[in-house]
Structure formats: C-alpha cells, structure tokens
C-alpha cells in the first residue's frame, strides 16, 4: 500500500516536471511572443533604435504647426501641380470611399505625432474611418513581419523603413506595387519626390512605398569651444581629426567627438565615412569592403572614437550618443539630421543654442555623406480596400500636408517643399543651409542594399568593433570581407 | 412493428446531464487538454517541424525542406553559436551561484523575529516586482561610463573609472551582477521559508551538547536545508538559462557579441536575420539543455531526499 502511494506520488511529480518544462518550452518555442512583451511593456530610446538610424527623441517636437485655415501657400516649381493648393490640407480628398475603415500602422515617431493631429481633417473630408496604432521601431519590424506572414489583411497601410526592410518585404510579397496609381495621379505628382528618395522605394523598377521622411549625416558642433580653439568647423577629414584631437581634454571630461559605436547601429553612420573615402560595400555585386579605401574609412572611424570619444562607446547606439552630447561633454557629434530636436530640447539639453551644423566633411573621395529616406507608407498586398488605402496615401503624402510637416521640423522627400522658404520655416537657418547642401552631394543608401540587412549589417559593422578597440582592422576587415562576400552570394 | 417499439424503449433519448456525468472524467479534464495541445504541444511540434525547414516568413516562398541542415551548421560552422552556449552556461552559473550564497546569508541574517521583520521582507520583493526591461533601463544608466552614477561614485573610493557594458570583457558580468541584483531577494524569501519549518529538536539538542553556532550551521542547518536549497538552484537556473530582458535592453548581446545567449542568439537569427528554421533549431537544442539541467537536478533531490 505504501510502495504503491509512493509510485503513484512520484508519477505525479513526473508528470507535473513534464508539464513545467512543455511550458518552459512554449515560453522558449515562442521566443516571437515571449519577447514581443518585454520590450512592448516600455518606451525605450535604445529599444526603439538598435537597428535602424531613424526615429527621433521619443515625444519629440516635431508637432505640426500649421492646421487647416493656416494658408499653406502654393509651392513654385512643382511641376504638374500649377497653383493649385487651397487653404485646405484637403483638397482633392474625394467621398467615394465614404464608411470605409484603414487600420493604419506606424511607427511611434514625429510623422505619426503630426499625422495624428491632421486626421481628423481626413475623415472629416473623406468620410473614411482611420484606425492607427504605433509601435516602437523594432516592435513595428516584428509586428509588420508576424501580421503579414500570416497573410492576414490586419494592417491596410504601415511605415516601414525601406533601406533596412523594403527588399525583404517586397520579396515576401508583403507589399502592394503602387506604380501604376502614382503614375496615374498628376495632381499629386511623384516627380515631385526627391530622385533619391524615390530610389530608395524603388525595387526592380516599381515603386512599393512613398517616401515620408528623409535625413543625411551631419556634424553637430559645439560653436563656443570651437570659437574659443579658433578653429573652423571641419571641411575635410583632416581637419576632423585635427578638431578632434584639440578639443579632447579628459582632465575636464571633455571630449573631441562622439559617435554610435554599437555594431549594428554604427553602420548607417559609417557609410558617410565609407563614401567620403571614396569606398562602397559592393562593387558589381561583389564585397568592396577590403578595398584600401574602405580600410582607411574604418581605421578613421575607430581612431576617431578611441583617441578622441568618451569611454564605453561600443555600447552607444545614438540615445547614449547623444546624452553626451546634451550634457556638454563632446565638442562634435556625428549622426543624421532627423535627429537634431534632440540637441534643442532645453528639457535634455544642456547646450540648446550653442550648437553648430555642418556638412559631412569631405574625405579623399569628396564629402559624400548619406541622403535617405529612413521611413515610407506602404500598402498591405493582402488589403481588401486597396482604392481606399490609396486614397489615404495619396493624401498623406500630398504636397500641403508634407509642408505643415515640415513646417513642423520635420524633414520629408518632396523638391517643391524643400525649395520653397516655407518649408524650411521649421528648421535652424543654418541646419537648413546644410541639410540641402547636404541633400545635393548625398548619396542614396546608407547601408547595403540587400535583403537580409540585418545580418550585412552585422557583418560590415564587426571591424568597426575591432578598430574602436584599436586591434587588426586589416585582419578584421579581411575576415568580414570574407564573410559578406559568401553573404552576397547566399543573399539572392 | 414490435421490435421497434422495443428498441426505442431499450434505447432512452439521448440526455446531457446523464451524458456528463457518465464522461465526467474527460469532461472536467478537456478544458486543460485543449490548454495544453494549443498552447504548449502545438507550439513545440510547429517548432520542431519548423527547425526541419528553412523560411524567411515570405507569403510566397513556401517553407524549404532541409532536413538537419540547420542543426549540422550549428555545430559545424558556427562559433557565435558554441560561444553563445559557453557564455549561457557561464552567465548562469555564476549569477546562480552568487544568488544562492547572498540569498542565504540575508535568510540567515532575519531569521527570527525582530522590529520591523515585514517591512524589511516587503523591501526585499522591491527588485522583483519591477519590470526587468524597465530595471535594464535603469542599470543602463548606472552603468553609463560617461554620465553614469557607477563611475561618478568610483573615483571617490580611488577607483578609476571603467566602460562596463562597453567593454567586451565586463558586459557580461555587469549583467550578471543585474542578474544577482534582481533575483537574490527571491532566493532569500525561499531560503527564509525553509529555515522557518525546520524542527526545533535538533537545535535544542545540539545547543545542550555544546555545539557552537558554526558547528550548528554546518551540521545541522545546512543538511536539514538543502533540498529547499535545490529546488530554489532548480527553479533560478532555469530562469537564469532562459535570461532574455535585460540583455536585450543593456547591451543587445554586444559588444562583438560578448554578451550574446542561445536566447539572444535565436532572437536575432529570427527577427534580424529572418532565418525562422536556424532560430527554431537553436531553440529546440536549448529546451533540450533545459530539460537536461532539469533532470540532472531532479535526480540530486531525489537522492538528497532520500538521506535526509
């Protein structure tokens, strides 16, 4: 009687250890839901940026100034729309989806601040219901990958960031081809995009998005300390290492330069650098990562952060960039220009008006910084009111709303609104000056242009941790040219 | 005619009560099976069968058979996987261990009853309770070697300042001291509600033959604690294996990977990578290292619990 008491009780334990490990598993097997939570619970700067060089500072400032009534004032030299623009954002939005609903899906990020606030006047015009949500960036990589692998219709129109996504989606048949219908429509005239910019959601020559916003990296300068050195803000990479080096004063905690040293992160901020050198990551499809160009790039880089950064810079992605910064503890700090509300935020900042802007400087190569677009709006392939979806598009990305925008500080793709002195009504003067200066000489990607970017990214970036750290970058750079080269060739 | 009749009287109508109460035991169990089949048996054999497989999610590619593929690249020819394996088991082990000890030590420390005792219990739970992405979000900044409060704090104990999560030879034992931060209070609390069912007898016993309070300690309350001393290792290393939240929100596995776990690992492979087969193997071979962990201590209990 006793045996048999204890034999049942241990089968019972075993059962019980059986069903804690199946449930260990589900918490393992589900890596996908397990780890969606965690970091969904927060509203983290580093979380939302590992991987891409985009969002700007959570609540940024980027609220949109102008509304309706405001008299958004036609813009010269969009050719095909004449003088057409009304006081209204809404012009030309039509009834003929009137009860629809779109379940739009963004990214938490100042376009979908502005856009929040400029919907109503959609739905009011339009008649048509927009649900939004947003997401932190890399939650909205997952959210977008999981919704449209199960090929439900969940989402009609999204963000997504076509350099580190667009070919990956586009070959999973996730997004919507909307050449024809930006074609079709004249009055809203996609010649009107920045060439670049239409590049960049451009695959196999059909368009699956529209851009939405746009960045180049700049140099972000402190003017009092390089007033006080007597010196320039950097035109050439000799004079950056130069600045650099006497500026760095470690007895006052004062540093030369700060920049992302994070594997993954640094590589959109290293192309800037890789460009200038006269370097590119492919040549004929083809790794061009071991050219001598490119080793000087990532020698440069790393010399820069080791000799003249803060410490712990391999872990910095730009949230802990920046924070140096702020606190007035780096005279330069190179990053995108979408990033800039960050060093005007007198709530963060501790040097709000003593802080330069200036052009990507020029390396053997010329001063080739990177000009993007870091976000665009795309359409669910999978949709079942596609004519609808479009007709928001089409208005989200028309000329007037792209204005109050920008208006609002933030940077978008279209020519008309960047030439025109309105648009550029919502930036510094001379941050303006060099973000279209910058925007003449860009160069269209800031990483490599590949359908699985994130493990390029992880490639190209590994002699970057090593050349921080000041070990073999030549060893370095041979190892992972290696690598991205049978990468290529997997990656097809 | 008759035979009808006959068979409809043999044959009562169908009532639901009586139906219920004659399948009473698969009723009341159906509830929790169909728990258990959607939610752990389905996910474990989609996995599996995913692990076979090589997919990026596309709508149009369909899933590509590969066999073991998956699992011979692993082992073959892949270090960051190796690596990931070493630091897992390292991590684990070292934060575990240190838990225990401290986790024990505090228990020791407010045993019995003294002024305050639930307040102090009721701190203890504080590093519990907080979300861990929040707490990595804090250790973060603590541990920023510029602007963070570590390095401000070390120059006045003549320290020199050091790059902590920046540093691949520190990131993972920073974490790890996180690690030790946030789950030492649990080990305590278990620890504590061990020492309070122990018999009084022995104690008594040895304090009239003159055992001093070492002696007590090793001979007596030690041996007398140690199968709450493995259920708790057991319950923490299983936890401690499957860390996931602060690494992700302090260093992301990095610097050149010197913080990455098979748990980051698969993350990445899955949602950077989009090689949903490889991330599916690497977790198949985790619950295997887990259930292996497991068993191992399973089976210390069972003999402890069998001398004790």
């Known amino acids: 009687m006793r045996r048999n008491f204890e034999n049942s009780f241990r089968r019972l334990g075993l059962i019980v250890v059986l069903v804690l490990l199946a449930a260990l598993a589900v918490a393992c097997g589900d890596t996908q839901v397990a780890s969606n939570t965690a970091p969904a619970a927060s509203t983290l700067p580093t979380v939302a940026s590992s991987t891409g060089n985009t969002t700007l500072a959570s609540g940024g400032n980027a609220t949109t100034s102008s509304s309706s009534g405001t008299g958004v004032t036609t813009v010269a030299g969009a050719s095909g729309t004449g003088a057409a623009t009304s006081a209204d954002l809404t012009a030309g939005v039509s009834k003929n989806f009137a009860g629809k609903e779109i379940r739009l899906i963004t990214a938490n990020h100042p376009w979908a601040t502005g856009m929040a606030k400029l919907i109503p006047q959609f739905e009011q015009a339009s008649g048509m219901k927009v649900k939004a949500e947003s997401y932190f960036e890399d939650q909205l990589s997952q959210k977008l990958q999981i919704g449209l692998t199960s090929g439900s219709s969940g989402a009609d129109v999204f963000m997504y960031r076509p350099l580190q996504e667009g070919r990956l989606f586009v070959k999973n048949g996730w997004l919507n081809d909307l050449s024809g219908q930006a074609q079709k429509a004249t009055d809203w005239n996609w010649a009107d995009f920045q060439d670049s910019a239409r590049n960049t959601v451009t695959v196999d020559n059909k368009a699956y998005g529209v851009p939405l916003v746009t960045e180049r990296e700049i140099v972000y300068y402190r003017k009092d300390l390089f007033q006080q050195a007597g010196l320039q803000p950097p035109a050439s990479m000799d004079d950056l290492l130069a600045a650099a080096k006497k500026l760095t004063d470690p007895s006052k905690q004062q540093f030369g330069i700060v920049m992302r040293g994070q594997r993954s992160p640094a590589v959109t901020q290293f192309s800037s650098f890789l460009y200038s050198y006269g370097g590119n990551w492919e040549k004929d499809g083809k790794s061009a990562i071991s050219s001598p160009e490119a080793l000087s790039a990532y020698k440069t880089y790393g010399d820069l952060l080791r000799n003249y950064g803060p410490q712990g810079t391999l872990n910095m992605s730009w949230p802990q960039a920046v924070a140096i910064f702020q606190q007035g503890k780096a005279a330069m700090w190179i990053d995108a220009d979408s990033l800039y509300t960050n060093v005007l935020d007198p709530s963060k900042s501790t040097i709000v008006d003593k802080v330069g802007y200036a052009q990507f400087p020029a390396g053997p190569g010329g001063s080739k910084p990177y000009n993007v677009t870091s976000w665009g709006i795309g359409m669910n392939q999978a949709s079942a009111n596609k004519d609808a979806d479009w007709e928001f598009i089409r208005w989200a990305t028309s000329a007037p709303v792209v204005m109050a925008l920008q208006q609002g500080g933030l940077p978008g793709a279209r020519s008309s609104v960047w030439n025109s002195p309105d648009g550029l009504k919502g930036f510094p003067v001379e941050y303006a000056r060099v973000a279209q200066s910058s925007a003449k000489v860009g160069v269209g990607a800031d990483r490599p242009a590949v359908i699985n970017v994130g493990q390029a990214r992880d490639i190209v970036g590994a002699p970057l941790e090593v050349s921080i750290q000041g070990g073999d970058v030549s060893a370095a750079v041979t190892e992972a040219d290696k690598k991205f080269s049978s990468f290529l060739v997997s990656d097809k | ?308």
Request: charged share 10%; hydrophobic share 55%; net charge positive.
């Open chain 2, 1 to 308: 005619m008759a035979i009808a009749k006959g068979a409809g009287i043999l044959r009562p109508r169908f009532r639901l009560s009586e139906w219920l109460s004659r399948h009473m035991k698969i009723v009341f169990v159906l509830p929790s099976l169909i728990f258990v089949l959607a939610m752990m048996v389905f996910p474990l054999g989609y996995t599996l069968w995913l692990s076979l497989n090589e997919w990026n999610g596309s709508s149009i590619a369909a899933p590509k058979a590969v066999g073991l593929d998956n699992f011979t690249t692993l082992f073959t020819n892949d270090t960051r996987f190796g690596d990931s394996v070493v630091r897992t088991f390292g991590f684990s082990a070292v934060a575990v261990t240190i838990e225990v000890i401290f986790g024990l030590l505090i228990a020791l420390l407010l045993q019995g009853k003294f002024w305050g005792q639930n307040l102090i219990k009721t701190l203890l739970l504080l590093p519990m309770v907080a979300t861990p992405v929040a707490m990595g979000m804090a250790w973060l900044l603590i541990f920023e070697p510029n602007i963070g409060l570590l390095n401000s704090l070390l120059p006045d104990l003549g320290l020199k300042p050091q790059p902590w999560l920046g540093s691949p030879q520190q990131a993972l034992w920073c974490l790890a001291a996180v690690d030790i931060w946030q789950w030492t209070p649990m080990m305590a609390l278990i620890i504590m509600a061990g020492l309070a069912i122990l018999p009084e007898e022995p104690f008594e016993a040895a304090r009239v033959d003159g055992a001093n309070p070492l002696q007590r300690f090793f001979y007596l309350t030690l041996p007398l604690l140690m199968p709450t001393l493995i259920v708790a290792t057991l319950l923490r290393s299983i936890d401690a294996l499957k860390t996931f939240d602060i690494i992700y929100t302090m260093t992301k596995g990095g610097p050149q990977y010197a913080s990455e776990t098979i748990n980051t690992y698969s993350y990445t492979q899955a949602f950077e990578y989009f090689a949903l087969g490889k991330a599916s193997s690497i977790l198949l071979i985790f619950f295997a290292i887990v259930l292996g962990v497991s068993l191992f201590f399973i089976q210390i209990r069972k003999r402890w619990g069998v001398q004790a």
